[in-house]
T-cell receptor
Framework: DAKTTQPPSMDCAEGRAANLPCNHS???????VYWYRQIHSQGPQYIIH???NNETNEMASLIITEDRKSSTLILPHATLRDTAVYYC???????????FGTGTRLLVSP | GAVVSQHPSWVICKSGTSVKIECRSL??????MFWYRQFPKQSLMLMAT?????????EQGVEKDKFLINHASLTLSTLTVTSAHPEDSSFYIC??????????????FGEGSRLTVL
């Protein structure tokens, strides 16, 4: 079973920030939080990952709560091309048992 | 980022035939690769973990004689769907672990292979 829970869908207006939440209340100390997204009929695309500090890259920012039980992926200026299913995954070392949950289907509208 | 390539990207075959899907890590070595299948509007389901030089580890409910996995080199894993039937029609995706130059590493996915069994 997936160890993370996400809302099934979210809507966002083009140009606005998209904030995608993820609960991982059973995450262990050595597990990282990874975010991937999957555009229709393509393989998942890596977005970002973090352990306990907030992270930022050219695609997104990742905010992890201090207790590490939840996190938020932020797309600062969503575009139509960001429409996809976003998956939050907790992973330990060695990428053992990589299990995907149902993800959040983000729809960015004009 | 690292590149994982799958071939073919789509294939149509007759029921009863076998189909081989290749997964290659193009610019890095991957001792571990994963195979997933995905049905329409559903999430990815892990089928098996492929380890270079050893037998694959299959998830519960996945028939190892049906889905043959070979990971003969550090850059290639293959999934063979034997005696395919229409219910095997699905989107098959592989991924490979990129250890990188430090840190936790990353997991990269192939583009997926869509199998249609007539």
């Amino acid at each position: 079973d997936a160890k993370t829970t996400q809302p099934p869908s979210m809507d966002c207006a083009e140009g606005r920030a998209a904030n995608l939440p993820c609960n991982h209340s059973t995450i262990s100390g050595n597990e990282y939080v990874y975010w991937y997204r999957q555009i229709h009929s393509q393989g998942p695309q890596y977005i970002i990952h973090g352990l306990k500090n907030n992270e930022t890259n050219e695609m997104a920012s990742l905010i992890i709560t201090e207790d590490r039980k939840s996190s938020t992926l932020i797309l600062p200026h969503a575009t139509l091309r960001d429409t996809a299913v976003y998956y939050c995954i907790s992973l330990g070392t060695g990428f053992q048992k990589l299990v995907f949950g149902t993800g959040t289907r983000l729809l960015v509208s004009p | 980022g690292a590149v994982v390539s799958q071939h073919p990207s789509w294939v149509i075959c007759k029921s009863g035939t076998s189909v081989k899907i290749e997964c290659r890590s193009l610019d890095f070595q991957a001792t571990t690769m994963f195979w997933y299948r995905q049905f329409p509007k559903q999430s990815l389901m892990l089928m098996a973990t492929s380890n270079e030089g050893s037998k694959a580890t299959y998830e519960q409910g996945v028939e190892k004689d049906k889905f043959l996995i070979n990971h003969a080199s550090l850059t290639l894993s293959t999934l063979t769907v034997t005696s395919a039937h229409p219910e095997d029609s699905s989107f098959y995706i592989c991924s490979a672990v990129f250890a990188g130059t430090g840190g936790h590493g990353e997991l990269f996915f192939g583009e997926g292979s869509r199998l249609t069994v007539l």
